[in-house]
């Protein structure tokens, strides 16, 4: 993410990852071609699961309003951080991961070098004006072998990527429409998050910014469906 944006104007065509850190790659605008079709899939799932606001351990409420599909679902409450199947809100299990969404995300984590990876979580973020995801890292998956796969929609956001040490410099990159992000091996385990988002209109998402972030929550890496 040293990326500056001249790499980005004059880098490889659009299918060839760009290698953003040990382990770490970004395929720009791999999803654009095809947003209609990501944001169609998501709708489907904000039927069954609409947006909701969760709270930090500490009490605090997010910026970000979340969803999920797939049998497991990232949840936040006074106890903590852990993967629930059922959603809290409905009692009911999740949606189920559209399948074509399942596809993609394996094809992405394919093109980075993973070649493994059958998520079987899919969080989905929405961001809007001053949403922030502060510093972070994903450590509640049970086989960190597996990778994580991120896709940016929507509005442009400043994403911070730092190293396996909170104390660690950060990184900043311009994340667009389309973008996908892959990350595992050496850096599964970075810190990484989101810069208060800036006001603008985007012509499919208008004032919104989603992400969807899948992983292998529970499922062992490398036995392949
Ligand atoms: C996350 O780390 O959960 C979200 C990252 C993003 O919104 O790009
Ligand atoms: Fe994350």
Redesign the pocket.
Known sequence: MALADSDRLFGPADDVPIALDAGAWLLPGWAAGQAQRWVGCVQEVLAQAPWRTMRTPGGLPMS?AMSHCGRWGWVSDASGYAYSATDPHSGRPWPAMPEWLWEQARAAATVAGYPHFAPDSC?I?R?VAGAK?SL?R?ADESDTRAPIV?I?LGLA?T?LWGGLERSDRVRRMQ?EHGDV?VWGGATRLAY???SPLKDAVHPLLGSE?W?L?FRMAKAPYGCSP
Request: overall charge neutral; cysteine-free.
């Open positions: 970000v969080l973020n961001y995801m972070h994903d991120s940016s956001a994403f994340l992000l990484h998050g989101i910014r992400n972030t």
